[in-house]
């Protein structure tokens, strides 16, 4: 049966594609009644409206946006976008829904490092901390600690929580659209030498979250680790790219730190210091080893009952790639 109650989507006016808004097109073709928050009433909201869902225009750091939101809700999927506020909207958001009381289900979007980075681990001497970073750093992002704040305050709260740890997305910025130039030439220049890792296709995420929010009760006060279906370097990736171009597509590998001050110190995310510093960490953890280290997760597989879409695939599916391949 369809559940009558709205259900809360937060970062619903992200880009087509994106986790809360392949979300909203879930629940909505299954019958479920959504209630999507978002940050502007824009174009992105209108086509939320002409979906089916029901518009919440507000603001996460706004305490009495978040309570308006929440009412008549049982059941809430948290996502913001990257933020130096991050930790601040969760607590905002669970401390509306401790007030009302009612709530069955908080299903938040984590990420794969709270899977490794206990509070043992991040309390340790500073050489075991770098080590598990991947030998390159001994702090996480301040997006990284944020998460893992939030995580804490959602455990503190009380409330009915399920942690989503996902990898890192096949769509993040690295992957997609700060590699787009040097592919339309056909050359994928990442810093990543031979290591192997495994995105996760937000696609994936997003069926993993309706799933969890139509029945909830199975998955309570768990924590799911989740990557893609393999380990893959640097030259399977190119093979996946030229796939998803129809041309030919060849791995250059760079320094990191070099391509932290190409690629993300020269694009449009450098005036957000907080998004840089998060992508340049994620750069020197791949290339330090460290999504490698512990293989893949069988997670998704077992909730889902089939296997993780491919990086093929999701890369095929990616409307940036999708462009650059027409042109």
């Not at 174009?43 to 978040?66: C, K, M, P, Q």
């Not at 075991?128 to 503190?156: F, I, K, M, T, Y």
């Not at 696609?203 to 979250?209: K, P, Q």
Request: charged residues 25%; glycine residues 8%.
């Amino acid at each position: 049966m369809p559940e009558r109650n709205p259900i809360l989507i937060t970062g619903a006016a992200g880009e087509i594609g994106g986790v809360s808004r392949t979300m909203v097109d879930m629940l909505l073709e299954q019958g479920h009644p959504v209630r999507a928050f978002v940050r502007q009433d824009d174009e992105r909201a209108h086509s939320l409206r002409r979906a089916g869902a029901e518009v919440f225009v507000g603001d996460l750091l706004n305490i009495a946006d978040v309570t308006a939101a929440l009412k008549g809700v049982r059941r809430i999927y948290f996502s913001m976008s990257l933020s130096p506020y991050y930790a601040d909207a969760v607590s905002l958001m669970a401390a509306a829904a401790r007030a009302q009381g009612d709530i069955e289900a908080f299903v938040n979007i984590s990420e794969y490092e709270q899977s490794f980075m206990t509070f043992e681990r991040m309390t340790a001497p500073v050489e075991e901390r770098s080590a598990r970073l991947g030998g390159l750093v001994s702090d996480w992002s301040p997006q990284q600690r944020a998460h893992w704040v939030a995580e804490q305050v959602l455990d503190w709260s009380g409330l009915p929580t399920v942690n989503v740890r996902a990898a890192i997305f096949v769509e993040n910025p690295v992957l997609t659209w700060l590699a787009l130039e040097p592919l339309g030439s056909g050359e994928l220049r990442l810093p990543f030498g031979d290591q192997r890792f495994a995105p996760i296709a937000g696609y994936d995420v997003a069926e993993l979250c309706v799933k969890i929010l139509l029945d909830p009760a199975p998955h309570l006060s768990k924590s799911y680790a989740l990557t893609g279906p393999e380990l893959k370097d640097m030259h399977g990736f190119a093979e996946d790219y030229a796939a998803a171009l129809g041309r030919q597509v060849t791995y250059v590998p760079e320094d990191v730190d070099t391509w932290n001050e190409n690629y993300v110190d020269k694009s449009p995310v450098a005036a957000y210091p907080h998004i840089a510093e998060h992508l340049k960490s994620l750069t020197r953890l791949v290339a330090g080893g460290r999504y490698g280290a512990d293989g893949v997760s069988e997670q998704l597989e077992t909730l889902l009952g089939r296997p993780p879409k491919t990086v093929r695939w999701a890369l095929e599916n990616n409307p940036r790639l999708r462009e650059l391949a027409a042109a």
